[in-house]
């Protein structure tokens, strides 16, 4: 079962005065670097951003395009509160960065797109496909978003025409990547948790957040750890209740997604959402996809027989499993229900994810 396999195998420009207004302020910031004359405190470099000008950016992009490529340093773009119609894309010569929301609370500062797999793109060259129809793409190491909501609102009522409805609201592709008291929501496909390649380490944790959505809404073969936040429930765009939380696609020398101490609900039917089903993206068969939801909260939401197949693969191969879960969703040991051990549990702990990384607010 889930520990065996485990052992088996050892994340609209603004005006020029204010491009040249953010550019003195990391420039100086650079300067400041270089002399090595400043604590980390010192050293961010911060850019607003306001929707009414009363910053240094209109947009949340025009801040991040005016980050230098090949920033390393800690560069927060400060969002003041509203709601912010636009795709953002962190590319991955600009590290750490941080996007954080100035409202009194995550609602209050909203970043938002409609972009599904299916849409097509202004230029003519085909649909965004899934992971490009993100709200959000964060694809430098080192990304930390706090205080605020990204989601993706695609209306799939008005787009039954449409083929491919899964619409991202985050994707991020990089490591140490530390989600902080946000809300990420959409439907099908909400948050993709990956990494920069198939070889590559991307290590995620997010804690007292809340992510939303139906079917597979949080999906990737990032190193994931989702900590004391709230997984919601969604009804179908038809007003039916079914639908699957993780869909991990884990290399097999990787761990996958670890929810601990969170909360699963949403005012579904009983009994209609599955946990989790492994997807190996592709149809790779070597991936070990794994999902371990311990010490959390399940609604009666949750199927008796929480994980199920996906696309030819059995669940039953890959690495699943729940730990002192609680709720009327829970349920004991069973063939159809594996539960870890308290020595199994043991190595999968929040530090196991993260190897080494401490997360830290900045």
Known sequence: MAASRRRRTALHPGPRRATTAGAAALLAAASVWTLGQASGAEAASTLTVAQDGSGQYTTVQAAVDAIPAGNTERVIVSIKAGTYRELVKIPSTKQNVTLQGGGSSRADTVIVFDNASGTQKPDGSGPYGTSGSATVAAEADGFQARNLTISNDFDEAAHQDMNDRQAVALRTAADQVFL?????????????????????????????????????????????????????????????????????????????FLITGSTVEGDVSASSFHLGRPWHAGGDAALDPMATFRDTALSSAIRPEPWTDMSGFSWKDDRFAEYRNTGPGSGSASSDRPQLSDSEAAEQETADWLAGWTPTAS
Do not use: C, H
């Not at 992510?211 to 969604?234: C, E, M, P, Q």
């Open 180 to 256: 902080d008291s946000v809300t990420v929501t959409g439907d099908q496909d909400t948050l993709l948790l990956d990494t920069a390649s198939k070889e590559t380490l991307g290590r995620v944790y997010m804690k007292d957040s809340d992510v939303v959505g139906n079917v597979d809404f949080i999906f990737g073969r990032a190193t994931a750890v989702i900590d004391t936040s709230v997984i919601t429930l969604k009804k179908r765009w038809d007003g039916s209740s079914a639908g699957y939380i993780a869909a991990p696609s884990t290399a097999a020398d990787r761990k996958g």
